[in-house]
């Protein structure tokens, strides 16, 4: 789901509940992706029924997650937490508080009026609510050192001002998030960079004690980063790579999160097309005519989300938020860049009751969902399976040009 402000977008997914967040030639279909090179900037994406509660999968569809280490600044003191929740819509680090991440000792960072600084992060469904902490983190070999990433629901800030719960309902659980937490690695180098430094904007909070927490604008060195801009190499942005899966989906599906674009053997651009940004990812959808400017690639939203009244909506509570068309309905996008290149993809929706009760699946290529009074096609993770993602970040220099941009 994007993050409301329009600053980045964060996703979550309840179960069996949406969530969302050059040439003019149409693209070929979705392919199978080769086992890339191996190397240090490889992680292991997984799509599965996610992380274990009390013995109990917590079974949200299309949601890819990797492990990060996380350990006490320049320390042997660490935790590897499994199923994180990529997502190329945000940026930052953000975990579920647990037993073992409160005994790392992690400092919080302090806020400009004395108190301990946090975060309220925004979904369109909910929000994230937690201390700003500092830590170490690695994600296969590459480390990010000493940057600020946020505890959700820490017991150092544990009441939620009203300025935050008034955007929605808290997500401050493993239940709740359907994840171990949430790594941002879009196109933005920081959470929400100068929009935030300049004003305070309901997002960053200073509290001098647990009932007192002041809404406070918040230097872009203090925010959370997106983590690879703090790796020493592989830093200009990353690949996400997911197999292709049948229509009636799959139990799993084994991927590959690749850091770098054009700095090793094994993270080329090869033929994809780069397709630039706004600073946030965005770009221009066209869908039934309309033009769709805020449209992104974002693989924090487990559906394709856009807007079409002809497509039945589901009825069924186990499918609140998807599309249940009575039979598979094929739709074409144009993608235009900020750069005029420009190609047509052509995707499938099925219905999601059917799908979701047929199978015992959690990877999906053909599921959807209402984007109702939205300016964007939300292509969530059913558009990466068969295809070689990149997303550059913002500033950043790649073979291909300074980000931000996508390609594939």
């Known amino acids: 789901m994007r993050k409301l402000l329009s600053i980045a977008a964060l996703a979550c997914a309840s179960v069996l509940t949406a969530c969302g967040g050059g040439g003019g030639s149409s693209s070929p279909p979705a392919a199978a992706i080769p086992a890339p090179a191996a190397g240090g900037n490889i992680a292991a994406i997984t799509v599965d029924a996610g992380p274990v509660v009390n013995g109990i999968n917590t079974a949200r569809p299309n949601i890819p997650f990797i492990s990060v280490q996380v350990c006490a600044h320049g320390t042997a003191n660490c935790q590897t937490i499994d199923h994180v929740q990529v997502d190329t819509g945000s940026a930052g680090l953000r975990l579920v508080s647990t037993t073992a991440i409160s005994a790392l000792g992690l400092p919080a960072e302090s806020a400009a009026n004395g108190g301990t600084l946090a975060e309220c992060a925004q979904f369109a469904d909910g929000v994230t609510w937690g201390a700003v902490r500092t830590a170490d983190i690695s994600v296969a070999g590459e480390t990010a050192s000493n940057i600020p990433i946020q505890i959700v629901g820490d017991a150092a800030v544990p009441n939620v001002p009203t300025a935050c719960t008034n955007v929605g309902s808290t997500k ?3 239940v709740s998030l359907g994840a171990n937490g949430i790594i941002g690695l879009g196109t933005l180098a920081n959470d929400c960079g100068l929009a935030c430094a300049q004003q305070a904007l309901s997002i ?3 509290c001098t004690n647990a009932t007192t927490c002041t809404d406070l604008p918040v230097q872009v060195s203090e925010q959370l980063p997106n983590p690879v801009t703090h790796f020493a190499a592989d830093n200009n942005g990353t690949i ?3 197999p292709a899966v049948s229509a009636s989906g799959a ?6 999160l690749i850091f770098g674009i054009g700095t090793q053997s094994n993270n080329g ?3 994809a097309q780069v397709y630039t940004t706004g600073a946030g990812g965005t770009f221009t959808a066209t869908y039934n005519g309309a033009s769709l400017p805020m449209s992104l690639l974002d693989t924090g939203s487990n559906a394709l989300f856009f807007p079409d009244s002809s497509i039945p909506a589901c009825s069924a509570s186990t499918a609140n938020g998807f599309y249940c068309p009575p039979s598979t309905v094929a739709i074409s996008v144009q993608i235009t860049g900020k750069n005029n290149a420009s190609t047509t993809v052509s995707l499938s929706i099925g219905n999601a009751v059917s799908l979701f009760t047929a199978t015992n699946s959690f990877a999906f290529d053909n599921i959807g969902g209402p984007f109702t009074g939205s300016t964007g096609f939300d292509f969530g993770l059913p558009f990466f399976f068969g295809r070689s993602v990149y997303t550059a970040i913002a500033g950043a220099t790649t073979p291909a ?4 941009y996508v390609a594939f």
């Open 204 to 206: 960053y909070y200073g």
């Open 401 to 404: 040009g300074v980000g931000p």
């Open 269 to 271: 651009l090869g033929s």
């Open 240 to 242: 996400v790579q997911l």
């Open 251 to 256: 139990a799993t599906a084994q991927g590959s």
């Open 172 to 174: 401050q659980t493993v």
